[in-house]
């Protein structure tokens, strides 16, 4: 139940206060995001996490979201622009490691994803690896708001100049979505104290028994 205390408190940040967020709480959301499901369990993005306040103005040159260079930190979604044989490699090899078992008894799992993964065209493989990506947003928005840390997911953003500046095509990684963290700065966020607006959850779901 506090969860869901947790996510009506949140609410997509547009006013933050120069307040920094602590070192263990940045850590908390991160392991958290890290722990996020993706398919095959291959997580194919990686996270930036800024805090430069030089770079982070820069990032935010070209935005009408002011929370870019405003907030403690944000968070730069990036994936990568393919999936290869050896990332699906990378997995199997971390697998046979944490389960303890031979990288030769996962042959079947190597093949099966290499496979599934290099039949498909490198822009369907791109599509799926951007949808991982936002699965790991989702997963730090609810880490942030279990943190009591202000949180703005964020698409309004020049994706062209942030691979620049970070150097993420060296990387083969594009940046996809941005998550700012900080706190709300009460007296100028006109949606700090503005109830939610959802739909029930009656109209989301059909329960079918
Ligand atoms: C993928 C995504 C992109 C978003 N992009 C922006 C954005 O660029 N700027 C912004 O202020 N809010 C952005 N939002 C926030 C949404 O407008 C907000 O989540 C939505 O209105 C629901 O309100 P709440 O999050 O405050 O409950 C984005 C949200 C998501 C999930």
Redesign the pocket.
Known sequence: MDLIQDLNW?????SYSNKKISKEKLDFILEATNLSASSVGLQPYRIFAIDNAGLKTKLGAN???K?IAQSSHLLVFATYNKVTTQHVRDLVNLTAEKQGVTVESLNELFTAANTYFTGRSDEENKLWAERQT?IA??TA?IAAANAKVDA??????DAQLFDELLGLKEKDLHSV??LSLGYRDEINDY?ANLP???ISVGEMVTKIS
């Open positions: 949140r609410y997509a940040t547009k935005s009408f979201n929370q936002y947003l989702g928005l703005t997911p964020m698409e309004g953003f979505v941005i949606l939610k607006v959802r």
